[in-house]
Every structure is written in C-alpha cells, then in structure tokens.
C-alpha cells in the first residue's frame, strides 16, 4: 500500500516537472520571438518611417497591429485549440475593418509589412533546424527587409519624385507649344525642380487651370 502510494507521489511529481519544463520553454520561445519581432519593428518605425513621413501619430497603430498578430498566430501555432475555436477567432479578428480618411497608401503598405513581420516571427519553424539557427533567420530575414525599404525610400535606386496640384492663372501658356515657357515659370515661381506637369482642369470663365507638377526632392 505504501508502496504504491510513494510510486503515485513520483509519477504526479514527474508530470508536474515535465508541466514546468514545457511551460518554460515555452515562455523561453515567445519571449525571444517577441524581443526578436519588437526590436525589427522599432528600428523600421522609428528609424526608417518617422524621419521620412514625421507621422507619430500612426506609432500606436503600427505597434498594435503588428503584437496582436504575433499573439493570435503565435497562440494558434503553440497551443492546441480546436478547429470551431480556431475559426472563431479568425472571424471576430475579420469582422474590423481598419477606415481612416488621412492614412495613405504607403501607410497601408507599411501596415501590412508590419503585420507579416508579426505572422513570420510568430510562426517560422525550419524542419530539423535548431532553435538558435530560426531566430538568427528571422532576425537575418527582418534586417534585409529593414534595409531594403530603407534602400527604397532613399535615393539609392532612382529619385524620389513627389507631386502638388496647383491653380495657375496664365492660361496662355498651356498651349502645347508654349509647355518650356510654362515649366520654366512654374520653375521660377515656385522654385521647385519640376520636371513634368499635368493639366487636370481648365476653367476659361475664371482664366485659371488646375496643374499637376511632377518635381524631385532635393
């Protein structure tokens, strides 16, 4: 009777170790792949985005996206839900819809970069690799994306070119056979380096028209 009792104590003993020893490598996991995705996605906001765009305002929105996608496939990934449960959350997490009239196309852009980020980093696993050897991918993986938009939103490639819409009064000139006259007085007035233009709209009751002007950034 003894006996058994002892025997009973060591196998709930053992279970109870092996719980923890799950537990820990689990939390050991998370917590790495969430350093590893926090640190990518501070170092492309904060040193890529803002010093361009100077829109502080969209941090929390970034930020939150991109932890509550890691969290949700990170958990779905790691812990044995069922398939109803599984589909449920998916359909609640796409019943939001994210509507802003200020938020440009290269925010969705990024806003979506940041959220694959949060699906790579949560749930990446090499067949037969190591631990050490998934987060070095990852985090090799979220430095060439890091650099490559920072490639991109620089000078490397080609110029950046942006773009104005402007009322112009001298309507004389937007004859197609006065168009250097044209860019050379939109040049001079504004003192941008225009290298083409678009005329949107034409209005000869108010002897003025709408130009789109293309110019590069110095």
Known sequence: MTTNILLQIAAETTAAIS?????????????????????????????????????????FTFFI????????????NKVDLSMGAAFGLFAVFSMLRYRTENISLK?????????????????????????????????????????????LESKVFFKKESSKTILYEKIELIKNE?????????????????????????DFLKDAATIKIYYYEI
């Open 19 to 59: 719980s923890a020893d799950a537990l820990i490598k689990l939390s050991s996991k998370f917590g790495t792949r969430f350093l590893i995705d926090f640190v990518s996605v501070f170092i492309l906001i904060r040193c890529v985005y803002f010093p361009i765009y100077k829109r502080q305002e969209l941090f």
């Open 65 to 76: 996206f991109n932890i509550i996608i890691f969290l949700i496939c990170f958990l779905l």
């Open 107 to 151: 925010d969705m852009t990024y806003l979506f970069l940041l959220i694959g980020m949060g699906l790579m980093a949560a749930v990446t696993k090499i067949k037969g690799a190591s631990e050490e050897y998934e987060y070095l991918f990852i985090s090799v993986v979220n430095l060439f994306l890091i650099v490559f938009v920072y490639l």
């Open 178 to 202: 006065k168009q250097d006259e044209l860019l050379a007085d939109l040049k001079m007035r504004t003192g941008l380096n225009i290298h083409r233009i678009y005329i949107q709209d034409i």
